[in-house]
């Protein structure tokens, strides 16, 4: 990290971080990384300092994150869920930033990041929400993550309003917002950035550019050279990390984790904004359609990056892991997914918990139409309101 923004040696023109080179999008571009392309260690890069078990458990939690992905678009595709935002491709920048915080620390995130939910082990707790259940956001609160948000960057106020009553409660504990390169474009994104660069707000400002939103490329986002130089406006530090390199997404958390903690040189605690340059394979949720913006062989080059591949391929290559251990591994993800599965879906819905959780007293109105659809429920029974499939 350099103190001008932009990351070690940020070239200027580093704007579109080679999304056209065919082999390696992120070849040239001012981002930190640890392994290569292929998963093998950069020359010049220092392992995290991490036991052998851990380096298989970041593996593992992405390989659960995938297979949760996997099936969360086929549950969608026969009507077992609602819409569901896939995560293919990102599943680095989550998994690893995630394994560099304490318990205790807060996550906030958007809507694609499953795999910090995945690391915090709250998947069977999380999938409800999908289904509409609202105990799906409930359970997951309890392990220190935020309900997830849908209005872009409206959840990254309250995530510095947290960090900021850690830090005058004088609780050791930092408070870690995920959103995406669209998000940036909202007032709140800068209120919350500006608030938590003045008040010392320890917060990691985790920014996930996959290059779009929705159908919006990043060169229509921002004139800006980079989205991690932003940070510099604010008076802080901003650093690039290749999102799809689960090992150097942990390395940047993990450094920037103990300079929001105030740990790092004794000062006081700073925020920090990371920039995961990554790219989402699919579609932006289930009810997206890629092909209308974007052509299908641009994703390919950044198939070749795939987080799974290259933290496996590390693995093997660095003797930590064998087939027997790669197949145990899968054969635990699909289990944890298949288990969660069944655990959402033996939830019985209670069509009044729509109205339970918006405000702490249900306004006259809405009191109204909770009564009304009870009596309904009532007078006709559940199956009249059930789709017919
Ligand atoms: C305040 C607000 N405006 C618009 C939308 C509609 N919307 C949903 S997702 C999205 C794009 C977000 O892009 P980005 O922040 O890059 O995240 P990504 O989907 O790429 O992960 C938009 C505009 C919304 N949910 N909230
Ligand atoms: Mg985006």
């Not at 994104?189 to 938590?196: D, I």
Request: aromatic content about 8%.
């Amino acid at each position: 990290m350099d103190e001008n923004g932009t990351g070690a040696n940020a070239p200027a023109e580093a704007a579109a971080p080679g999304r056209e080179d065919a082999t390696d999008p992120l070849a040239d571009a001012d981002v930190f990384r640890v392994l290569g392309p292929d998963g093998s260690p950069l020359p010049d890069a220092t392992l995290p300092d991490l036991s052998d078990e851990r380096f298989r458990e970041i593996y593992r939690d992405l390989v659960t994150t995938r297979r949760f992905d996997e099936r969360a678009v086929s549950l969608q595709r026969q009507g077992r869920i609602g819409t569901y935002a896939p995560c293919a491709g990102q599943e680095g920048s989550a998994v690893g930033s995630t394994h560099a915080l304490a318990d205790r620390d807060l996550i906030s995130y958007q809507y694609r990041e499953h795999g910090a939910v995945v690391v915090r082990d709250l998947l069977s707790e999380y999938l409800p929400y999908w289904m509409g259940h609202e105990s799906g956001t409930e359970a997951i609160a309890e392990g220190n993550v935020f309900p997830l948000n849908i209005g872009i960057a409206a959840h990254l106020p309250h995530a510095v309003g947290a960090a900021w009553a850690f830090d005058y409660r004088d609780e050791d504990r930092i408070s870690v917002a995920h959103f995406g390169d669209g998000a940036t474009s909202e007032g709140d994104f800068h209120e919350a950035m500006n608030f938590a660069g003045v008040f010392d707000a320890p917060t990691l400002f985790c920014c996930h550019n996959n290059g779009w939103a929705i159908s919006i490329p990043e060169s229509r986002q921002t004139a800006s050279d980079t989205f991690a130089q932003k940070a510099a406006a604010y008076g802080f530090e901003g650093v690039r990390v290749d999102g799809m390199d689960p090992l150097a997404s942990y390395a940047v958390t993990r450094e920037a984790a103990e300079r929001a903690r105030g740990e790092s040189d004794g000062d006081d605690p700073r925020p920090v904004l990371i920039e995961f340059v990554e790219y989402r394979f699919g579609a932006h949720t289930t009810a997206d359609d890629p092909t209308a913006y974007r052509d299908p062989d641009d994703v390919e080059p950044w198939r070749a990056l795939d987080p799974l591949d290259r933290m496996e391929a590390f693995l093997r290559e660095t003797g930590r892991i064998d087939d027997a251990g790669v197949e145990a591994i899968h054969e635990e993800a699909d289990e944890v997914v298949a288990d969660a599965i069944d655990f959402a879906e033996s939830i019985e819905a209670d069509p009044s918990d729509m109205f339970d959780h918006a405000y702490a007293e249900l306004p006259p109105e809405l009191r109204r139409q909770r009564e009304e659809l009870l009596a309904a429920v009532d007078e006709h029974g559940e199956a009249s309101f059930l789709r017919e499939e």
